[in-house]
């Protein structure tokens, strides 16, 4: 196994359908599973075995389908979750418990009215029956972004010795900030002494809108698995967005570090994951939404046109994309309106362009975007303009 491979562990089957609103059958969620492990992903968190009927059969037919990814189901740290769920994973090639109890005295003492020595007992109690159904176990420290830094690392070191190996650090509220996230991650790799036996994995909600730059600050510092979603889906409000931390690693080759994501499906499993889910994608959002490769702005549409690695670090093709936009708004140049009528089959020289540009911005000002068929009802009164404007 590369040191320089981050794990990538989706739990948009999870975690990402907690939105509400985005329940998903067991049909739906079998044909999002198979487009995952066609992308490439390490590991899928399938479901919640114990909180429904539907999720049981949910991770229990996924597990029988998918060959390639990690079937993960999640659970607490209570005997009867850690059961279902193994009974659910059964079918799995290679299957994976995850299960975990709260870090933070906030937890301890709000959610559980319990001590730091009983989290331990039962962290640990939970890890080593995982371990009698599978051999892969990952533990969560749940709110482990506001927990006791010292407490965290013995939690952390009492489950590897017991058997995890794999140990989530979830920012569960979204509440670090990237250099105090990887702070956590460096702090745990320099106190436990047993962390080689295991992977730290980021977990990291976007709260504060944080949890991409997290997420990369804890792989900065060491983690070797991130936990994320398409198009970002999860509680409250969301989780890490799996095309975001995919498309950095690969764009920052100085952080030496890479994925087995099939980069060019991001696009088509971002669409697939917004129709089944019902729910729409931003426009604005970082590499999937419809406005990530428009360009509108005349300064940029020119530098675009001529070089367009001027305001693109990415080329849509990298994603699935389709072709970047050129936007023609009352903010496009001349540049972008003769690119546009080219494209249409137009020829005009540059002093025709010019003539043209002022009936172009006449209707650019009455809408918010002009369409190729507004160009195409343009032309007959723009060449007499032109022809006027030769005339005299």
Known sequence: MSHNKIHIFDTTLRDGEQVPGCKLNTKEKIELALSLEQLGVDIIEAGFPISSPGDFESVHEISKIIKNATICGL??????????????????????????????????????????????????KAVKLSKN??????????????????????????????????????????????????????????????????????????????????????????????????????????????????????????????????????????????????????????????????HSSGIHQDGFLKEATTYEIIAPSEVGADLSKIVLTARSGRSALAFRLHKLGYQFTRDEIDTLYELFLQVADSKKEVADNDLHQMIPESMKIVADAMAH
Do not use: W
Not at 85 to 114: E, Q
Not at 253 to 266: A, G, H, M, R
Not at 280 to 293: C, D, E, H, L
């Open 75 to 124: 659970t607490r740290a209570v005997q009867k979750d850690i059961e279902v769920a193994a009974a659910a994973l059964k079918p799995a090639v290679r299957p994976r418990i995850h299960t975990g109890i709260g870090a933070s005295d906030i937890h301890i003492k709000y959610k559980f009215n319990t001590t730091r020595e009983d989290i331990i007992d039962r962290a640990v």
């Open 133 to 294: 159904f599978v051999d892969d176990v990952e533990f969560y420290a749940e709110d482990a972004g506001r927990a006791d830094l010292s407490f965290l690392a013995l939690l952390i070191e009492k489950v590897i010795a017991a058997g995890a190996t794999v140990v989530n650090i979830p920012d569960t509220t979204g509440y670090c900030l990237p250099h105090q996230y990887g702070a956590i991650i460096a702090y745990l790799k320099n106190h436990v002494s047993n962390i080689d036996r295991a992977i730290i994995s980021c977990h990291c909600h976007n709260d504060l809108g944080l949890a991409t730059a997290n997420s990369i600050a804890g792989v900065a510092h060491g983690a070797r698995q991130i936990e994320c979603t398409i198009n970002g889906l999860g509680e409250r409000a969301g989780n890490t967005s799996l095309e975001e931390v995919v498309m950095i690693i690969k764009q920052h080759k100085e952080l030496d570090l890479y994925t087995d994501v099939n980069s060019q499906l991001l696009y088509p499993l971002s669409r697939q994951v917004s129709d089944t889910m019902r729910v729409p994608t931003q426009p604005n959002k970082a590499i999937v939404g419809a406005n990530a490769f428009s």
